[in-house]
């Protein structure tokens, strides 16, 4: 016997609630980085500071890169429908492979213009202060935007905001790498500055890489592991009218869960009741593990102990 959870619409007051905090993220995250992307542009070219002109790129990718995550959310979060039984949640791992791309191109492009400059021979140019208080500025801003992002990202278990949270605090990182950078060029290390953007290339195609790959990972129905499998595994082995688990697995379908379970159930129960143990589980799991989108439960009829002995014969 075969049974399955259907899917349930989240309530509406959970949907307002959940596109209010999208809303909320994505104008903090917009207006935040195109005033620090402004501040840093003028502060980078009128302070001859390339390093910091790196950074407001960086911060203004941030602006794209926000923007593809709040479509992303904005579609995985349409009905299912005739041509997807499944949901659209697998939209929101493209809009992060695209955040990541994004990232990717912007470091490297960040990583060549600081290695030109280096390996340039000219004479490179003494930041001015008005550089070195917009890394301050900067730092400040972006953690604080990252602490934001990723505490309503969390709550609203969204992939796509995770990633673009830690966006934030990339360039967090790499507005660090600038302070160190004009710092050092202003006592003297003229280079530094340079080489900062070099450092700030790194922190972006770290991150980039580690977007890319949990995405990628969204898309091809992984595993959610080993202590995941068995949590779960332990749990249902312990409800009313089971004998056993005899096979669960698991995958990921984007930010939620798919399982495909097989039990065990006392063979001379009637279908009904076997049938009734199988929607008690359903109802368990769906309330007490709610990242799980869809169960598949196969009921076996466990073997008495009489089976069993002639088994061994």
Known sequence: MTTKKQTQKIPRKT????????????????????ALSAFKLFAGIFGHSGAMISDAIHSLSDVLTTLIAWVGVKMSQKE??????????????VASLAL?????????AVGKAGLQKIFSGETLAVPGAIALAAAVVSILAKEGMYHYTLYHAKRINSSAF????????????????SLIGIGGAMLGFPVLDSVASVVICVFIVKVAYDIL?????????????VSYEQKLSDYIAGQEGVVCVD???SRRFANKVYIDLEIEVDGERRLTEAHAVAEQ?????????????????HVNP????????MGMI
């Open 15 to 34: 949907e307002k609630n959940e596109s209010e905090t999208i809303r909320h993220m994505t104008q903090v995250s917009l207006s935040g980085n195109a």
């Open 247 to 249: 096979v669960l697995h």
């Open 162 to 177: 995770i990633a673009d949270a830690w966006h934030h605090r990339s360039d967090a990182l790499s507005s660090v790498g």
């Open 100 to 108: 990541g791309a994004v990232l990717l191109a912007t470091g490297l």
């Open 281 to 297: 589980i359903h109802t368990n799991v769906e309330r007490d593990f709610p990242d799980i989108k869809h169960i598949m439960i």
């Open 302 to 309: 466990a073997k008495s102990a009489g089976e069993e002995t």
């Open 213 to 225: 790959k949990d995405a990628v990972t969204g898309m091809l129905d992984t595993s959610c592991g």
């Open 80 to 93: 299912a429908d005739a041509d997807h039984p499944y949901g659209h949640e697998r939209l929101e791992c």
